[in-house]
């Protein structure tokens, strides 16, 4: 294995675009797993836009992330919830809707979630 490696989202291995163009998510496969970089753009929403896509009722991804820009609102099966913005770093259980908030596209790092995330 070599000693360095890069990786760069500007030219990732997989995009996977969500429903509606409201977004996609680019992947590159490190050593340890999928790292992601999702865009949501305003407007989107996991049940409209990725529900399709995943055919569960609600998001069952666990997600461990960084929040970049944009807001987002999480809201678990259980009612619990919680809104991120810039510079936060989130821990997500599986069994949540989410939702962008306002008019910036929200941009999220995520190094656990997103392997099967919007997977066709």
């Known amino acids: 294995m070599p000693g360095l490696i890069r990786k760069n989202f500007d030219s990732p291995e997989e995009t996977r675009p969500f429903e509606d163009g409201k977004g996609q998510l680019q992947l590159v496969n490190m050593e340890g797993g999928g790292v992601g970089r999702a865009t949501f753009e305003p407007g989107w929403r996991w049940s409209e836009h990725v529900k399709?896509?995943?055919?569960?009722?609600?998001c069952q991804a666990a997600h461990m992330g960084y929040f970049i820009s944009?807001?987002?609102k999480v809201v678990?099966?259980?009612g619990e919830e919680m809104e991120y913005g810039p510079g936060d770093f989130a821990i997500m259980q599986p069994g949540h809707d989410a939702w962008t908030v306002g008019d910036e596209?929200?941009?999220v790092i995520d190094w656990q979630g997103f392997s099967d995330y919007a997977k066709r």
């Open 105 to 107: 596209a929200c941009v």
């Open 70 to 72: 944009g807001r987002m």
């Open 76 to 78: 678990m099966d259980d």
């Open 52 to 58: 399709p896509i995943a055919g569960t009722d609600s």
